[in-house]
């Protein structure tokens, strides 16, 4: 399952693609849709600044055959289980929720003694761990998708203690 909407019992009539397309390389993006939808545009209807770039094309094509050689989006969701079942085991009456798909996860915190997210976040960047925290009270983290078993329980570890030293 490479996209969340794999994840769901769905079929979107579209779907929109960036960012990590191109491995992070360089700026490309897609569009996914049936030609029910797509034949909808004419020509001259549709611009792009990047539209059309060979160079851009072809690293996404490579990055997409990285991606199914390598089966990262497989790896995503089996070292994201691990992470989750890790997450879980933290205190609940400071991590409220558990949360995610893959390797894209987030916690919920609760403020207490007036330690935020924010305030976790820069105590796990203090014990060598990047999280972006979201709102007033959720820590996303979004490892590579080239991260290992070993990588994921290391970063579990930096977590667990964090958060039992609030």
């Known amino acids: 399952r490479r ?19 191109s491995g992070g390389l360089l700026p490309v993006s897609a569009v996914l849709a049936d030609n029910e939808v797509m034949l909808t545009i004419e ?14 094309s072809k690293v996404a094509i490579v990055a ?13 969701e089996r070292l994201g289980k691990i992470l989750r079942n890790e997450l ?3 205190d609940t009456n400071i991590v409220t929720c558990v949360r995610g798909k893959g390797l894209l996860n987030a916690i919920v915190i609760k403020e207490r003694n007036g330690i935020t997210a924010w305030d976790v976040c820069l105590k796990l960047r203090d014990n060598g761990l990047l999280a972006k925290p979201t709102h007033d009270d959720i820590i996303r983290f979004a490892p590579p998708l080239v991260i290992n078993e070993e990588e994921v329980m ?5 977590i667990k203690s964090t958060i039992e030293s609030i």
Do not use: F, W
């Open 88 to 90: 879980q085991k933290l």
């Open 64 to 76: 997409l055959q990285v991606l199914e050689e390598e089966k990262l989006a497989e790896n995503s």
């Open 43 to 56: 020509p001259g209807e549709h611009g792009s600044t990047y539209g059309g770039n060979p160079l851009a």
């Open 3 to 21: 996209l969340c909407v794999d994840h769901e019992d769905v079929r979107p009539d579209m779907v929109i693609l960036g960012k990590a397309l």
């Open 154 to 158: 290391e970063c579990a570890a930096i």
